[in-house]
């Protein structure tokens, strides 16, 4: 009797200590992803001269929006067109994206369609094979003639074979027999499309596109790529800028007489762009996260 | 065939524009391959220039400055790397998440792991800046503090390739630790219960159920890492350490020096790099599709 109750007590001393565990783990990791955004947010909002004394800091040092009033002053111009870029290329990006990838991925969700396999092998092997930076940049530069358009910045991205098959699997959830019932009504593809699948699959829709406009907003390869006129940088190239220049100096490799006449943004300077450029995902994120967590996981267990 | 093309008229007509793009963006930039196996000029254009056969691969592999072989080591040392992290850490992230109840805490962490998904390789680079600059970062601040000598990091390579491995698996992990959940809600709790009854305390449990259970997923994420292992990350190497050439030689992966080579060696050399790299994959690939069919019950990644 005792020793089963001694027993007893045991195994919950144990579980409690995995509980334990979890609870600090947990804890830990989730700091540890947070904390650098705090930190980038922080130093954006201190005086610069604490934080050139004093160094980085998860508080504010000495509170002030200086840095901000200073950016708007004196790039203010610059950084907002970048900002409509990379607005623009965003919405016309997503927009494109979805039509084209619903479309396909409707196409090949229909059963009847013979050769859906066949174009469904044209997709996937894009992923296992492809021909390489180079001849892909050679072509788009002297046969497309990409460079500094913003085509460049939007039709290189406008289809991801990953989230048409994403797509696939949702429109494969919408039950076939109202596709049925609506042909037997006369209705064309089309209008299934449009009328049918579409509704129905509104949430996946919504993941879907996010995930492109996601794509979009962090896109900086395609700038890098193609754009070497400042005024169409998108935002995040512009941010890649700035670093890339203070990279150069703070390894040293710029003697420093010359790193003296190349004026260098402020530590709040860089901190503050960041910011910016990570401006709506903050405010977005408490509303979006959801519906990545439900992409994810409909990719993740896919049929 | 034409019938069935007829019949069903709206629906290809439907594929065109996703068909279009890639025959644009991924068939037609594979005729210039051939590039890979001459030697490239403006003047005579991709089919008009001078066949060379192999010298191209040649030079990559054996090239007197021996940057090839160099870039193939750190692509393969920083995908090996990052693919173990990340994968144990994102496993150990879902099965401790499973034991905790409170709702709140759950929700705000998850939020917190997720968050760095949503951050540009740019924004990332940032942040490292902010850990890692000389005179500002809070690295050297607590160096300083507790009484070490600072480091200059930006001009240290030896670092780097631990400080972008630290960098990938941190923005992946809450990512990839939703995966391990979703296959974990698969699992079935009426095994879970037995083995309570049994006696088996939340350790057992996991060890003996949990773990088994994730294997098949592991393996085929694993796999699926293993297929694209001569394939670096530019936006993370690029991101995150720019054109630095002090740093370039410890981080340079097959993509950054394809890039970086393009324009100084030529459009030759840099093509055959990347056909070296996309044969590499077309192999690994398929040999971890028929290896994750044989785990997976005939079910393989495509």
Redesign the interface.
């Known amino acids: 009797m005792s020793a089963q109750k001694h027993k007893h007590i045991r ?1 919950s001393a ?2 409690h ?3 334990l ?3 600090l ?3 830990f ?6 904390y ?2 705090i ?2 947010l922080s ?1 954006s909002f201190s005086d610069n001269s604490a ?2 004394k ?4 998860a508080v504010p040092r000495e509170m002030t929006l200086d840095t901000y009033r200073y950016l708007f002053a004196h790039s203010g111009l610059r950084i907002l067109r970048s900002y409509v870029v990379t607005i623009c290329i965003t919405i016309v990006g997503t927009f494109g994206s979805m ?3 619903s ?2 991925a ?3 969700s ?1 059963r ?4 859906r396999n066949v ?1 469904a092998y ?3 092997f ?15 530069v002297n ?2 003639h990409m460079m500094n358009s913003y085509a460049g910045l939007i ?2 991205s ?2 991801s ?1 990953w989230n ?1 098959f994403l797509m696939r699997t949702y429109f494969s959830a919408v039950p076939v027999s109202l596709y049925e019932s609506a042909k037997l009504d006369g209705a ?3 209008q299934i ?1 449009f009328r049918i699948a579409l509704p129905l699959s509104k949430t996946a829709m919504l993941t879907v596109g996010l995930m492109y406009a ?1 794509c979009y ?5 395609n700038a ?1 790529m193609f754009i070497n006129d400042r005024d169409k940088f998108p935002l ?2 512009f ?2 800028n700035i ?2 220049n ?3 100096i ?4 710029i003697p420093s007489g010359a790193a003296a006449n190349i004026k260098l943004p402020s ?1 709040t300077v ?2 503050a ?2 910011v910016i ?2 401006g709506p ?1 903050i405010f977005l ?2 509303f979006i ?1 959801k519906y ?2 439900d992409g ?2 409909t990719g ?2 896919k ?1 | 065939m034409f019938k069935e093309l007829k019949k069903n008229r709206q629906l290809y007509i439907m594929c065109i524009p996703a068909l279009v793009v890639l025959i644009l963006f991924a068939y037609i930039p594979m005729a210039g391959i051939w590039m890979a196996f001459t030697e490239y000029n403006i003047q005579d254009g991709i089919f008009g220039s001078k066949f060379v056969g192999f010298q191209n691969f040649k030079y990559f592999f054996t090239g007197s400055t021996g940057m090839g072989r160099k870039v193939i080591y750190n692509t393969l040392y920083i995908n090996f790397f990052g693919l173990i992290f990340g994968t144990i850490i994102p496993i150990m992230i879902a099965i401790n998440f499973n034991e905790i109840r409170g709702k709140v805490f759950k929700k705000i962490t998850q939020s917190a792991m997720f968050f760095p998904y949503f951050l540009s390789w740019v924004v990332v680079g940032a942040i490292i800046y902010a850990f890692f600059s000389t005179d500002t970062g809070i690295v050297n601040r607590f160096l300083a503090n507790s009484g070490h000598d600072i480091i200059r990091w930006y001009a240290e390579k030896k670092y780097w390739k631990g400080i972008i491995i630290t960098a990938d698996v941190w923005k992946w992990c809450g990512y990839n630790s939703i995966i391990y959940m979703a296959a974990m809600t698969n699992f079935d709790p009426s095994l879970y219960e037995a083995a309570t009854v049994d006696g088996a305390n939340r350790f057992q449990r996991i060890t003996r159920i949990t773990l088994p259970l994730l294997k098949p997923t592991v393996v085929v994420l694993s796999l699926m890492s293993i297929g694209r292992i001569f394939f670096g990350d530019f936006g993370m190497i690029y991101g995150i350490v720019g054109n630095n050439s002090l740093l370039y030689d410890e981080v340079a992966v097959i993509d950054t020096y394809v890039y970086s080579a393009m324009r100084s060696l030529g459009f030759s050399y840099t093509t055959a790099i990347g056909l070296f790299q996309s044969v590499m994959g077309l192999i690994l690939v398929t040999l971890s599709n028929k290896l994750a069919k044989k785990v997976n019950d005939g079910e393989g990644l495509f």
């Open positions: 195994i144990s579980d200590m995995v509980k565990f979890a609870y783990f947990i804890g990791i989730a700091l540890a992803c947070i650098p955004l930190m980038v130093v934080v050139t004093f160094g980085y800091s039509l084209i990838t479309m396909i409707f196409a090949i229909i009847d369609l013979k050769y174009i044209i997709c996937n894009t992923i296992i094979f492809s021909a390489g930076l180079i001849p892909w940049y050679y072509v788009c046969w497309y039709l290189p406008i289809f074979v048409m064309s593809y089309y499309y996601l907003w962090n896109d900086w390869w890098l995040q190239y941010l890649y670093l890339s203070v990279n150069a703070s390894s040293g490799r530590e860089k901190m762009v960041t450029t990570i995902i994120y408490p996260q990545f967590v994810i996981m993740a267990v049929e």
